[in-house]
C-alpha cells in the first residue's frame, strides 16, 4: 500500500510540475492554472495569496532551492517608465511577498482570479509594517503603497465605476 500511495503521490506531482496546478502551502487550498488569469506563471494561492518561493533567477524558472512559503506583505505598482514630462509612470498592481525561509522579497502580478477582499487586507495589514521593513524595501526600490492610494487600488480592482 505504501509504495502504491508513493506513485500516486510522485504522478501527482509530475502532474502539477507540467500543467502548473499546485497546493498552497498556507491554507491548502488546489490552486489552477487557467489561461484567462492573465499572466504564464502562476505562483500564489487566489484565495490566501501566498505563494512558494520556487523560483530563483527570473519567473517561472522554478530553481529555487528554498522552497519556503512566501507571505504577502503589501501592494505596490509595476514601474513602467516615465512618461514624456518626465513623470513615473504606474503600471498594474502587484503583490509583494516576502519570503517565510529565507527573508527574500519578490513582486508578482495579481491574477485575475484573486481574491479582491484578500488584497485589500494585504493593503490594509501593509500600513503596520515596520520601519525597517519599509527601509529594506525602499532599499530594494520597491514602493509600498500608503493609504492615499486606495482608490487607485479600488479602480484596478474593481474598475472606474466601484
Not at 492573465?38 to 529555487?64: F, I
Not at 529565507?102 to 494585504?122: H, M, Q, T, Y
Request: aromatic share 6%; charged share 35%.
Amino acid at each position: 500500500m505504501y509504495r502504491e500511495e508513493k506513485r500516486n503521490k510522485e504522478k501527482r506531482l509530475r502532474l502539477e510540475k507540467k500543467k502548473g496546478d499546485f497546493r498552497c502551502c498556507n491554507c491548502g487550498q488546489w490552486v489552477l492554472f487557467l489561461e484567462f488569469m492573465g499572466t504564464a506563471h502562476r505562483n500564489h494561492c487566489q484565495l490566501c495569496l501566498w505563494s512558494k518561493h520556487v523560483d530563483l533567477e527570473k519567473s517561472g524558472d522554478r530553481k529555487s532551492k528554498c522552497q519556503a512559503g512566501m507571505r504577502p506583505i503589501g501592494l505596490t505598482f509595476k514601474h513602467e517608465g516615465v512618461d514624456k514630462y518626465g513623470k513615473l509612470r504606474r503600471g498594474e498592481l502587484m503583490l509583494i511577498h516576502e519570503c517565510a525561509g529565507c527573508g527574500e522579497i519578490s513582486i508578482n502580478r495579481i491574477a485575475a482570479d484573486d481574491n479582491p477582499k484578500a488584497i485589500l487586507k494585504v493593503f490594509k495589514e501593509s500600513q503596520e509594517l515596520n520601519s525597517d521593513k519599509r527601509n529594506q524595501l525602499e532599499r530594494d526600490d520597491i514602493e509600498i503603497l500608503s493609504k492615499e492610494m486606495r482608490k487607485e487600488i479600488l479602480v484596478q480592482l474593481l474598475g472606474k465605476k466601484f
